[in-house]
């Protein structure tokens, strides 16, 4: 067994601490990655507490892993020791439905084993990229570019691919007026992709102190959401929008804003259902669909654009110290964009 330090929550209410436990040892199939950076989402705070039920205590939370290959099993033909590699939020899906041949994954029917708060096939709980290291499938793991500042790229395992994914599967591009709904850690790389593919880009947010932010970022227009006489001026605006709001808010005011045949996507995830008004879908042709995360090929897909485009998220870079400081703010959205946690600050503990 490989020793390894962490941050981990022993209890849905307990501080996260230091915690120790043994990884796999690397197995033929496997890689040993050295975590040097993990990002920090919002759906670790969640899962730390519990708020979507059937946490895994102690856990280990973190599915944004940045790191270097430094051991390879016998059968590992696509990874080399020394290589960059990242894993993102799944490790392993059945391999053998339908989604999975089709390499959507992440909608795997029977069997997706997530990076951390899950359990593998052996029925061991799994620990993410708050950690030392981690070992993994070399299936389930992803290149990433030396081009790019790593801390920026770990992110891209997360918030990244639930963005680009929805964008690429609509094929956003040229000509298309697109709204991304709220700035942090999704939305402002909803919007550096949208802006990226070429789509007139709208930030819809209840701060106007975040018009200038949503300029730098790559939008072209702001509106605050708080005022009816710019959200009245959005009526029918729209042929896509990309809601990244993970708060209560009303679905329908949204719905409005989008032309005929006009789609809104969901990514972020409000703690209850919020209600959809027939008329809000029916009057346009409207479509309210959902997407979650990318599968592998597709995430692949994802960071060599990103390597190719030079795009990488806005991060504040953190000691590992900082963990639960870092969940208080992300909650009051005092984070521009992703906090993402030094892991040479942990090895050192």
Same mark, same amino acid.
């Given at each position: 067994?490989?020793p390894?330090k962490?941050?981990a929550a022993?209890?849905?209410t307990?501080p996260?601490?230091?915690?120790n436990? !043994?990884q796999?040892?690397?197995?033929p199939d496997?890689?040993l990655i #050295?975590?040097l950076?993990?990002?920090?989402?919002?759906?670790?705070i969640h899962q730390?507490? #519990?708020?979507?039920?059937?946490?895994?205590?102690p856990m280990?939370?973190?599915?944004e892993?940045v790191?270097?290959?430094v051991k390879?099993g016998?059968?590992?033909?696509g990874?080399?020791v020394?290589?960059l590699?990242g894993?993102?939020?799944f490790?392993?899906?059945?391999r053998t439905?339908?989604?999975?041949l089709?390499?959507?994954?992440?909608?795997?029917l029977s069997?997706l084993?997530f990076t951390?708060n899950?359990?593998d096939?052996?029925?061991n709980?799994?620990?993410?990229?708050y950690?030392?290291?981690?070992?993994v499938d070399?299936k389930?793991?992803?290149h990433?570019?030396?081009?790019?500042s790593?801390?920026?790229?770990?992110?891209?395992?997360?918030?990244g691919i639930?963005t680009?994914?929805?964008?690429k599967?609509?094929?956003?591009g040229?000509?298309q007026?697109?709204?991304?709904?709220?700035?942090?850690?999704?939305g402002?790389m909803?919007?550096?992709?949208?802006?990226?593919?070429?789509?007139e880009v709208t930030?819809?947010?209840?701060s106007?102190?975040k018009k200038a932010d949503?300029a730098a970022?790559g939008?072209?227009h702001f509106?605050?959401t708080? !005022?009816? #006489?710019?959200?009245?001026a959005?009526?029918?605006?729209?042929d896509?929008?990309?809601?990244?709001v993970?708060?209560?808010h #009303?679905?329908?005011?949204?719905?409005g804003?989008?032309?005929r045949?006009?789609t809104?996507v969901?990514?972020?995830?409000p703690?209850?259902?919020?209600?959809v008004?027939a008329?809000?879908?029916?009057g346009?042709?409207h479509?309210?669909?959902g997407?979650?995360i990318g599968g592998i090929?597709?995430?692949?897909?994802?960071?060599d654009?990103?390597?190719?485009h030079?795009?990488v998220?806005d991060v504040?870079i953190i000691?590992?110290?900082y963990?639960?400081e870092?969940f208080?703010?992300i909650i009051k959205s005092?984070?521009k964009?992703r906090f993402?946690?030094?892991?040479?600050?942990?090895?050192?503990n």
């Amino acid at each position: 067994m490989l020793p390894t330090k962490a941050y981990a929550a022993l209890t849905k209410t307990s501080p996260l601490a230091p915690f120790n436990f !043994n990884q796999r040892e690397v197995g033929p199939d496997d890689i040993l990655i #050295d975590i040097l950076y993990s990002g920090i989402c919002h759906s670790d705070i969640h899962q730390v507490r #519990d708020e979507w039920g059937g946490s895994i205590y102690p856990m280990v939370p973190g599915h944004e892993i940045v790191g270097r290959v430094v051991k390879t099993g016998s059968n590992v033909s696509g990874f080399k020791v020394g290589e960059l590699a990242g894993v993102g939020c799944f490790v392993d899906s059945c391999r053998t439905c339908a989604n999975c041949l089709d390499h959507e994954e992440q909608y795997c029917l029977s069997g997706l084993v997530f990076t951390y708060n899950g359990r593998d096939k052996q029925g061991n709980p799994t620990y993410g990229g708050y950690s030392t290291q981690i070992v993994v499938d070399e299936k389930y793991a992803l290149h990433v570019s030396e081009k790019l500042s790593l801390a920026g790229v770990a992110p891209l395992l997360c918030a990244g691919i639930t963005t680009y994914s929805p964008l690429k599967h609509w094929k956003v591009g040229k000509g298309q007026q697109v709204a991304v709904v709220g700035l942090g850690g999704l939305g402002h790389m909803g919007v550096k992709f949208a802006a990226a593919f070429g789509a007139e880009v709208t930030v819809l947010s209840t701060s106007p102190s975040k018009k200038a932010d949503a300029a730098a970022l790559g939008a072209q227009h702001f509106a605050v959401t708080k !005022n009816e #006489d710019e959200v009245k001026a959005l009526s029918g605006r729209f042929d896509f929008i990309l809601n990244t709001v993970s708060a209560p808010h #009303d679905y329908n005011q949204y719905l409005g804003m989008l032309r005929r045949n006009g789609t809104m996507v969901v990514v972020g995830i409000p703690p209850s259902p919020q209600p959809v008004a027939a008329f809000s879908l029916i009057g346009g042709r409207h479509s309210l669909a959902g997407s979650m995360i990318g599968g592998i090929k597709e995430t692949q897909e994802m960071l060599d654009y990103c390597a190719a485009h030079n795009i990488v998220s806005d991060v504040e870079i953190i000691n590992a110290d900082y963990i639960n400081e870092a969940f208080e703010r992300i909650i009051k959205s005092d984070v521009k964009y992703r906090f993402v946690i030094d892991i040479a600050s942990l090895k050192g503990n």
